[in-house]
């Protein structure tokens, strides 16, 4: 089982939609989450870390479920410029962070 | 601030050349990652290092590929000799811990004919 498994998608939707991803890791002793946003040709950056009570960034909304081991990104009123690849990041203490093969996610007009 | 910084953007070689990747992390970082990405494989971390010693280097996919970190402000992936294999995009990310977010380089487009 891979350590860090996400749809690689991709995901098609129009203007205005909600989308979501998740994302599930194998190592239980996983402390610390985040979600990256990597454009086409891009460097991946840190779109928002993840808490265990979740937590919201305007339009972007990330959970944690430690007891299914699953990380999600909620995505409302999705724009244009929301299409990109998202990578789910995982880490346990003392070790380097995991990247998930990430999501495609494609916005239209 | 200046992020981390890589050099070459772009190299395009023979295969049986050596090529040398550079990166400075972003000052203060005491750790600093190499990776590289491909349409395959996705992005596959390399090595990393603390304080300039490298801790984990399982990645490195064989003996052509090294790297060094002489002080905390630069560090060098080298192949030698290159085959077509290894074209891909390497990135160098750096980070004031472990498990803080990391913070990317730009990416070396590497192609080797």
């Known amino acids: 089982r891979k350590e860090v498994e996400q749809d690689p998608g991709p995901f098609n939707v129009p203007e205005g939609a909600t989308v979501a991803f998740n994302c599930t890791y194998s190592n239980s002793a996983s402390q610390s989450f985040f979600w990256y946003r990597q454009d086409c040709r891009k460097e991946p950056k840190l779109l928002m870390s993840?808490?265990?009570s979740g937590n919201e960034d305007g339009r972007f909304t990330a959970q944690l479920n430690r007891a299914s081991q699953y990380i999600s990104l909620l995505i409302r009123d999705s724009k244009l410029s929301d299409s990109a690849t998202y990578l789910c990041?995982?880490?346990?203490?003392?070790?380097?962070?995991?990247f998930g093969k990430g999501t495609t996610l494609s916005v239209s007009s | 601030d200046a992020g981390v910084i890589q050099s070459p953007r772009h190299e395009v070689t023979e295969m049986g050349q050596e090529v040398t990747l550079r990166c400075k992390p972003i000052?203060?970082?005491?750790?600093l990652f190499w990776y590289r990405q491909t349409m395959m494989r996705g992005l596959e971390l390399l090595i990393y290092f603390n304080n300039n010693v490298p801790i984990d280097d399982s990645g490195m996919p064989e003996d052509r590929f090294s790297a060094k970190m002489p002080n905390a402000s630069f560090s060098t992936l080298k192949i030698q000799p290159s085959e077509p294999r290894d074209s891909a995009v390497y990135f160098c990310a750096s980070s004031g811990s472990s498990n803080q977010p990391q913070h990317f380089g730009d990416g070396t487009r590497l192609s080797i004919l």
């Open positions: 000052s203060g970082h005491d750790y």
């Open positions: 993840v808490y265990s």
């Open positions: 990041v995982v880490n346990q203490a003392g070790t380097a962070l995991i």
